[in-house]
């Protein structure tokens, strides 16, 4: 070897040593072309909420049968247009619950329970399990004047809150959107999303 080739060598080692190598997946896709060729991976594109549903989590199943039975008695199915059972809203509000401050989740969860202790005391059965009538005295601070500072007793903010969100949620939902045909409308647009 004659020295200047040994220079150019010695030099041309740290440029060389800068360059990417590439990764094994890369060099065994160059020696077959059709093994991983972007061209095989023709895959239909899907909203993401076409393909799944996500599992609620954050409250009981006794707490989420208390308000799927409150959503019923506070928005019932009136004709065509949705209640809060057929617009998901338990689903929602579970999700929209479970990232709140902690002040909301504790009202909910505190709520929940009381609403299905109140049952358990007055009909030895969950609140799900009882008729609307029944539901009455339990939902009696519902029916308390409006103030501006609103109710002192946490049962009774759950109780508003909650009326306040399932409403709220009912008629922003995709299905009341479909059926009061809003969505041709101008400026009336707006509806939540299923929770990804």
Do not use: C
Request: aromatic content about 8%; charged content about 20%.
């Amino acid at each position: 070897m004659k020295r200047r080739k040994l220079l150019q060598s010695i030099l041309a080692a740290p440029a060389l040593a800068a360059l990417p190598r590439p990764v094994a997946a890369q060099s065994s896709a160059t020696a077959s072309p059709s093994a991983g060729s972007p061209d095989n991976f023709n895959l239909a594109i899907t909203a993401p909420d076409a393909v799944g549903q996500p599992d609620p989590h954050f409250f009981t199943p006794p707490q989420r049968s208390a308000l799927e039975h409150l959503g019923d008695l506070l928005v019932p199915k009136v004709g065509d247009r949705p209640g809060s059972r057929e617009a998901n809203v338990a689903r929602f509000l579970e999700f929209l619950i479970s990232k709140s401050p902690s002040e909301r989740r504790t009202l909910y969860t505190a709520g929940l329970d009381r609403l299905n202790s109140e049952a358990a005391r007055l009909y030895q059965k969950p609140f799900a399990a009882i008729s609307a009538g029944e539901a009455k005295p339990i939902l009696k601070p519902l029916e308390a004047a409006w103030t501006y500072a609103g109710p002192s007793d946490p049962f009774a903010q759950f109780l508003q809150a909650a009326k306040e969100d399932v409403l709220r949620a009912s008629v922003n939902s995709p299905a009341y959107a479909a059926a009061a045909n809003t969505r041709s409308a101008g400026g009336l647009n707006y509806y939540w999303l299923p929770v990804e």
